[in-house]
């Protein structure tokens, strides 16, 4: 069962342009929310990250919005750069007792120049 | 500071053969270790996590197994490798304290496994 679903699977954004990825969560226990991100052939790596109590958090171009109501967050990446172009995995932690990361399925995120 | 280091990169193996990839990790100690596959379209998949030395949690029943013989190093094997074991598989780490909860994790640059 899938706990974290994320959409889209793929996007394509001009040089400039906002890049927006969400993810809607399950389980009211989670309370840990990164984002990592993936080069190709490489290993993820954490980009940002947020927790419920506060609902953006942003770090130079990223942010991250989450609307625990709706069990949503999304990542918003501004002024998109070919650099960008990435995989973006976002995923979900309960921090008690025995917990590991559920992580969605990824965006293919092409920035064209 | 922390490095990971995961080998080989790639590794094209026939069917029915058997597999040993081997992950190590440097200036930490007493890591929770975890290995991961990674399939087209299918995002990351967690196999096995190990919060210390001996002690091994499988996530998915399959043709695989890992152990972890030493502190920061964490082995994943096959004895007869299927077609179906192909793809990306990535070691990673985060900070132990003797439970597999973390917020952080550091992965591996991968090995990409071709079975054929």
């Known amino acids: 069962q899938q706990q974290v679903k994320q959409s889209p699977q793929s996007l394509i954004v001009q040089k400039g342009g906002i890049s927006i990825i969400n993810c809607a969560y399950e389980?009211?226990?989670?309370?840990?929310f990164p984002w990592y991100q993936q080069f190709p052939g490489k290993g993820p790596a954490l980009l940002i990250a947020i927790r419920p109590d506060v609902s953006e958090k942003k770090e130079g171009r990223f942010t991250i919005s989450f609307n625990k109501s709706a069990k949503q967050f999304s990542l918003h990446i501004m002024d998109s750069q070919p650099g960008d172009s990435a995989t973006y995995f976002c995923?979900?932690?309960?921090?008690?007792?025995?917990?590991?990361?559920?992580f969605g399925k990824g965006t293919m995120l092409l920035v064209s120049p | 500071s922390q490095t990971i280091h995961q080998w080989p990169a790639t590794l094209v193996q026939p069917v029915g053969s058997p597999l040993s990839l081997e992950c190590t990790v440097e200036?930490?100690?007493?890591?929770?270790l975890y290995w991961y596959r990674q399939a087209a379209g299918r995002g990351l998949q967690l196999l096995f996590y190990s919060v210390g030395i001996g002690q091994i949690s499988s996530e998915v029943p399959q043709n695989l197994s890992a152990s972890r013989p030493q502190d920061r190093q964490f082995i994943l094997s096959s004895k007869k490798l299927l077609l179906s074991d192909s793809g990306f598989y990535l070691c990673?780490?985060?900070?132990?304290?003797?439970?597999?909860?973390?917020?952080?994790?550091?992965f591996g640059s991968g090995t990409q496994l071709s079975v054929l």
């Open positions: 200036g930490t100690s007493n890591p929770n």
């Open positions: 995923a979900a932690l309960m921090n008690s007792g025995y917990s590991t990361l559920t």
């Open positions: 389980n009211t226990a989670f309370d840990y």
């Open positions: 990673a780490w985060s900070t132990g304290q003797g439970t597999p909860t973390n917020e952080k994790l550091f």
